[in-house]
Nanobody, 128 residues
Framework: QVQLVESGGGSVQAGGSLRLSCAAS????????MGWFRQAPGKEREGVAV???????GYADSVKGRFTISQDNAKNTLYLQMNSLKPEDTAMYYC??????????????????????WGLGTQVTVSS
């Protein structure tokens, strides 16, 4: 059974940094697409950053240049380094995974419905 467990969230002032981690277990697929999503109260869940098993990455326009997605395959861990945080980055952040490695290439990697596996989330709060 696939399990995704996020950590690293917290409260930070605007301009600060946080690094989120997502520990994956029970995932036996060698090819995959993984992503970080966020959801603020009253808003839809949105894709923030994605990465596939070839190491290709993609970012939402709102976080380009500030967030970096990466992975450590030896540790089965996905990361999201978030710099220059803004109050509008405040949200619950979720890790997601799917065996369809082509999601990024066909342009559907930022849609929450594209992913079968989800973590429970970690809260990020940015104060002004």
């Amino acid at each position: 059974q696939v399990q995704l467990v996020e950590s690293g969230g917290g409260s930070v002032q605007a301009g600060g940094s946080l690094r989120l981690s997502c520990a994956a277990s029970g995932y036996t697929y060698s090819s995959y697409c993984m992503g970080w999503f966020r959801q603020a109260p009253g808003k839809e869940r949105e894709g923030v950053a994605v990465i596939d098993s070839d190491g290709n990455t993609g970012y939402a326009d709102s976080v380009k240049g500030r967030f970096t997605i990466s992975q450590d395959n030896a540790k089965n861990t996905l990361y999201l380094q978030m710099n220059s945080l803004k109050p509008e980055d405040t949200a619950m952040y979720y890790c997601a995974a799917d065996s369809r490695w082509w999601l990024l290439r066909v342009g559907t990697a930022y849609a929450a419905k594209s992913y079968n596996y989800w973590g429970l989330g970690t809260q990020v709060t940015v104060s002004s």
